[in-house]
């Protein structure tokens, strides 16, 4: 299976130290994918115009100021349990009607913060989530607007809605199919994990990329909603796996990367899965995709 070189290029960036990647190990990372180097020059270039990436030095990249904002809230995933408090009942409420939709990348800009932060619409123009985020309603409105919300719409706390629109603020999202998702890619990524060990390096790499990607980004957009909504036991125990699994991709991407190019097929990888600091060139799987909305 192939991934995009872009969204490959940006995780490598994501999950470096200090944020910086040189071409040579983009190509090696990329020729697992089946992805050719002047394909990755070409995207590495095409980053470059969009401002998603810059030039640090000859032949060195880092995230551009295009990305920057978005890194950093994607890079909250791991801390996310920690952002939540009980809730009151309350909903914190954003209201978007009087905002404008010709502009495109504005309105892309919009609808990409309100789905970070897991808002929903209720009726039209008026978005909510459960007002259970750590820092209440002024820390949403923060991020939202770090995110591109415009600072003319309207955030605030919302309560005592009727019954009837109670009940459909609570239906916007599915939570039994959020805990269903917390459930099954734990067990996915358990079994790899359990596996890992009797895998070639060049595989391990390929295939943590590929589950951790999907699963990182599963975090990232997740609404973090409180119980009765959902089974919070069951999204911690997600996240906790989650992170274990970021913590063995990046040690069998730094021995990748190390390298310098792939292994020959006898060589095993050994995660570490308890390891939390990670090496410059380690590459976690990240929700790269989430950047490259300007």
Request: hydrophobic share 45%; charged share 30%.
């Amino acid at each position: 299976m192939k991934a995009d070189p872009r969204h490959l290029m940006l995780n490598l960036l994501l999950g470096a130290a200090d944020r910086r990647l040189a071409a040579r190990e983009a190509v090696a990372a990329c020729a697992l994918f089946g992805i050719r180097e002047n394909a990755v020059r070409v995207a590495l270039a095409r980053l470059s115009a969009a401002g998603l990436v810059e030039t640090a030095g000859r032949g060195v990249y880092r995230l551009g100021p295009n990305a920057a904002r978005v890194a950093d809230e994607v890079a909250t995933w791991r801390d996310a349990e920690r952002r939540v408090r009980d809730w009151n009942g309350d909903w914190i409420a954003a209201h978007v009607g009087d905002l404008g939709r010709s502009d495109r990348a504005a309105l892309r800009a919009r609808d990409r913060a309100l789905e970070l932060l897991g808002l929903r619409e209720l009726d039209r123009g008026l978005f909510l989530r459960p007002d259970n985020l750590a820092g209440g309603v002024g820390e949403v409105r923060e991020r939202l607007l770090k995110l591109g919300l415009e600072p003319e719409a309207a955030v605030f706390v919302a309560r005592s809605f009727d019954a009837a629109r109670e009940r459909r603020a609570a239906a916007l999202w599915d939570g039994p199919a959020l805990t269903r998702g917390y459930r099954d890619t734990r067990a996915r990524l358990e079994k790899w994990l359990g596996r890992a060990d009797a895998l070639s390096l060049e595989r391990a790499a390929r295939e943590s990329f590929l589950l951790g990607n999907g699963a990182i980004r599963q975090l990232v957009f997740d609404p973090l909603l409180p119980a009765p909504l959902v089974d919070v036991q069951a999204r911690r125990e997600f996240a906790d796996t989650v992170a274990r699994f970021d913590a063995a991709g990046h040690e069998i991407w730094n021995r990748f990367l190390r390298d310098g190019v792939p292994r020959r097929a006898s060589t095993r990888a050994r995660p570490a899965p308890d390891r939390r600091r990670h090496a410059r060139g380690a590459a976690p799987p990240a929700a790269a995709a989430t950047l490259e909305t300007p």
